[in-house]
T-cell receptor
């Protein structure tokens, strides 16, 4: 099966850098994704790592190391609007190549002035 | 272009009743997945449909069912509602199989009393 673990809460100040880790136990997956969800809102896609290494999209970067069963989301130049929940997710190989996602429990990020 | 539309947004039902939720994916998207989100369990995969066929199913009882129509719109049905079914039900659409990004609707907030 698959299980993904994330810290439940992270706190940071505006302008700082924060890293949200995701460690996983899985029988195999296509890639690691990250989603952001504001309170009352829909999850929105942030980043995807199909291969090991770093992917950068503006202020957000994501990293994957399959050998370490580990990934992270890095948020730079934090803004108040970044306060939200962040979820890592995998698309398992057993999904047959379709779009089933298994999510971590989510990390609630609070950004303070 | 229009996003993923879920109706209704809010629903209150009584234990033992049944409910049908609707999801209209982004135009041209053929894959629709459903997730249940609760504070205790996070985002749990329910099922996925692609080209009117169920491709993956999560670990939920048979009271939870779904279908997809030829226009890719999808419905999910929950029969014999239980208090524990109270949750946010999210629909996600993807263009085809094996996509790295899923687009989520705002969800249907179901309360069972």
């Amino acid at each position: 099966g698959q299980s993904l673990e994330q810290p439940s809460e992270v706190t940071a100040v505006e302008g700082a850098i924060v890293q949200i880790n995701c460690t996983y136990q899985t029988s195999g997956f296509y890639g690691l994704s990250w989603y952001q969800q504001h309170d009352g809102g829909a999850p929105t896609f942030l980043s995807y790592n199909g291969l090991d290494g770093l992917e950068e999209t503006g202020r957000f970067s994501s990293f994957l190391s399959r050998s370490d069963s580990y990934g992270y989301l890095l948020l730079q130049e934090l803004q108040m609007k970044d306060s939200a929940s962040y979820f890592c997710a995998v698309r398992p190989l057993l999904s047959g190549g379709y779009n089933k996602l298994i999510f971590g429990a989510g990390t609630r990020l609070a950004v303070h002035p | 272009k229009a996003g993923v539309t879920q109706t209704p947004r809010y629903l209150i039902k009584t234990r033992g009743q049944q409910v049908t939720l609707s999801c209209s994916p982004i135009s041209g998207h053929r894959s629709v997945s459903w997730y249940q989100q609760t504070p205790g369990q996070g985002l749990q995969f329910l099922f996925e449909y692609f080209s009117e066929t169920q491709r993956n199913k999560g670990n939920f009882p048979g009271r939870f069912s779904g279908r997809q129509f030829s226009n890719s719109r999808s419905e999910m049905n929950v029969s014999t509602l239980e208090l524990g079914d109270s949750a946010l039900y999210l629909c996600a659409s993807s263009l085809s199989e094996g996509n790295t990004e899923a687009f989520f609707g705002q969800g249907t907030r179901l309360t069972v009393v």
